[in-house]
């Protein structure tokens, strides 16, 4: 048998981009190694989404579990070490800009390793975020970077990273969002839940919101005058009911007019609820990339994003946290039907192809 890959996930974003890279390696006969950090353990954040995918069930499961920045990343460190060492992996294939993603490509760069990144070269330029540390010193360290648009290729370049590393193959999470759109349709998501025809569909996690309460209290303003002209659907990340939970704010959230809070949703009934949606407020990375693949228009309750495309040329507007902007855009965008756009180069489905095709080459 030759030499495994180890595919590395840990938190709810990296499934949907693990999922079509790990079929497409399986169907050319390759020996895997399916590696979960448990970054993200409820089973509503991490099993269902298995189970909507497709994904087998991890070989390994380190079960890390929450705590500090520094927890997290150290102990999937540690315990990853171990696990090349057993297993002499021929590569490792990370994803997206989570604690888990780093801790994973440094261990390789010290045992030599060779190390791919998907999703390579996205940055905000905002070092407040934690996932732009991850995203640098991920890019610093590993040997393949497979970036999902040409705005990756431009800032690898910048850092001085040799243009041989660097290939373009385009946006994998959009392979999984294409090659499930038929299944969505038998989504029963919104009798489920109760939800009427026309809504907005909200997700809300970041640091920068939620852990502060006046910013936290702003955007809830808002989202108590988007909600008197349209229903507003609000899968709670643990994160957000956390935190609103300990500000005080949770009921507050709940007199919102017109909002179903709801768990969070596993990924086939996710993508029905975005799928037929007016409009997503959001401060996720991956739905920035989604709506502008749908075509639905997306407000972004961040300063910046390190998706750029998704403004140049998809459906996404930053509005930042600011609560007269978010509701001038959701009034705007409930009026005119929102910004149209295009669906980004190599956006196309067949991302898993080229990066299979790319590590093969490179193993050889
Ligand atoms: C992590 C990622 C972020 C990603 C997000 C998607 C990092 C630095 N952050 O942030 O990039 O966008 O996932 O969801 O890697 N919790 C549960 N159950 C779970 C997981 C978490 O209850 O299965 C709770 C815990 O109380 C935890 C909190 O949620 O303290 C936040 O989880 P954490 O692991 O800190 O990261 P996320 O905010 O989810």
Known sequence: ????????????????????????????????????????????????????????????????????????????????????????????????????????????????????????????FDRDMPEEINRILTDCVADLLLTPSVDGDINLEKEGISKDKIHMVGNVMIDSLFSNLERVKNSDVWGKYGIPEKYALLTLHRPSNVDDRGTFADIISALVEIGSRIDIVFPIHPRTRKMAEQFGLFKELESVPNITITEPIGYLDFVALMSKSKLVLTDSGGLQEETTALGIPCLTLRENTERPVTVTEGTNTIVGANPDLIIKHAFDTLETGGKSGRVPDLWDGNTAVRIADIILDFIE
Do not use: W
């Open 1 to 124: 048998m030759n030499k495994p890959i180890i595919l590395v996930v840990g938190a709810r974003p990296n499934f949907m981009k693990i999922a079509p890279i790990y079929a497409e390696l399986k169907s050319r006969g390759q020996n895997l190694i399916l590696l979960h950090t448990g970054q993200h353990y409820d089973d509503n954040m991490s099993k269902v989404f298995f189970d909507d995918l497709g994904m087998p069930k991890p070989d390994i499961y380190m079960g890390i579990g929450s705590g500090s920045h520094a927890y997290q990343t150290g102990t999937v460190m540690i315990e990853f070490e171990k696990i090349c060492n057993e297993n002499n992996p021929s590569m490792v294939i990370v994803v997206g800009d989570v604690n888990s993603t780093v801790a994973c490509t440094i261990v390789c760069a010290k045992l030599h390793i060779p190390c791919a990144h998907v999703e390579a070269g996205l940055r905000s």
